[in-house]
């Protein structure tokens, strides 16, 4: 087995997203080579190479790579990919972007974001918004797998002592080009890394109510904070808060779900939290179904309380 991996970084930094789908390569067995695409992205290597249980880091550094588009990087994956058993990397929005693009070109079937490896041929991954878990056996000779960074714990940054080898970047497909990026501020923990998420749903009723009442909160507990598809649909919270089956998945060890129904789709982002609690006003709510702890009360009154015990 060869596992090749598709680092996702900023050309600075590397992401701790990629390092899940280190040890998901690892359950594979073999060797694990990791691939940087970027420009300018020196630092990003020299991490990548000190990962435990790296073998080699490959870095095509150019300028068609800067913004990481999709369509140049599946260009430099498929020239390299006739080498390796498996092309591997995250499903975060990168990875779910570039990977089924290399899967079409290699004329292979994509497995998507698997949470077990079965053997080396062998995957769970969950469908029916994680209502069931399939196990699917790929016959295709490279396998390309986005791995649920959920499910793997994150590869050691340190411990690895890999070989850093510069390769030729492909010429610039000129198909796509990056015009502009809004990035969203804050000082706050990664939402798909943090450990504890305080969450808000349409029961706080409006954008200000979810910043006065849910922020105090996440200040108290270092939590990130996230939302539902209909706080955000509302606009109380940009989109890139959403946990759910078209948002993020989450896994904290403590998930805090305020005015928040339950919905499946919601429940797929979160259900695998550690703890969970519920604050919602309607016993019934199938919130309380997945809850560790639940409160049924009115949150208005329940969260400056809360706030104010955790001193
Ligand atoms: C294809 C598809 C994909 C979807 N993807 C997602 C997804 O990724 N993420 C997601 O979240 N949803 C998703 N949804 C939407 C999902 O079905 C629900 O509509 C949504 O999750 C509901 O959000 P909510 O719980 O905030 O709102 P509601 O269902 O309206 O629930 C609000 C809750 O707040 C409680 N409440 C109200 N006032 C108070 C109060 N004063 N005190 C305490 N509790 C109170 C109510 O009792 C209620 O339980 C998707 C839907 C579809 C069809």
Not at 80 to 98: E, R
Not at 168 to 184: H, N, P, Y
């Amino acid at each position: 087995m060869s596992v090749l991996i598709i680092v996702e970084h900023d050309n600075q930094s590397l992401k701790s997203a990629t390092l899940h789908a280190v040890t998901a390569a690892r359950e594979c067995g073999g060797n694990i080579t990791l691939l940087v695409c970027g420009w300018q992205c020196e630092p990003v290597a020299q991490a990548a190479a000190k990962v435990a249980g790296v073998a080699r880091v490959l870095v095509a550094d150019a300028p068609c790579f800067a913004d990481g588009l999709a369509e140049n990087v599946a260009a430099q994956v498929v020239t390299l990919a006739g080498a390796f058993s498996h092309v591997m990397a995250t499903a975060t929005a990168t990875g779910k972007n570039v990977l089924p693009r290399v899967a079409a070109l290699l004329d292979v079937a994509q497995v998507s974001e698997i949470t077990r490896v079965v053997d080396a041929h062998t995957f769970e991954r969950p469908i029916y918004a994680g209502n069931v878990i399939a196990t699917v056996r790929s016959s295709d000779p490279i396998k390309v797998i986005s791995v649920r960074a959920t499910a793997f714990e994150a590869a050691p940054l340190e411990g690895g002592r890999a070989l850093i080898e510069t390769i030729a970047a492909v010429e610039d497909t000129g198909l796509s080009r990056l015009i502009s990026r809004q990035t969203i501020a804050s000082d706050r923990p990664e939402l798909a890394s943090a450990r504890i998420v305080v969450s808000g749903g349409r029961g706080l009723g409006s954008g200000a109510h979810y910043a006065a009442l849910l922020e105090p909160l996440a200040d108290k507990l270092n939590a990130a904070l996230g939302a539902s598809r209909a706080a955000v649909d509302a606009g109380y919270v940009p989109n890139d808060y959403q946990i759910g089956q078209t948002g993020k998945v989450v896994a904290p060890e403590l998930y805090i779900a305020v005015g928040i129904s339950g919905a499946i789709q919601h429940l797929a982002g979160m259900k695998d939290s550690k703890v969970i609690v519920a604050i919602n006003k309607d016993a019934d709510a199938p919130i309380f179904s997945v809850a560790d702890y639940g409160l049924v009360g009115d949150l208005f009154e329940v969260l400056p309380e809360l706030v104010a015990q955790l001193g």
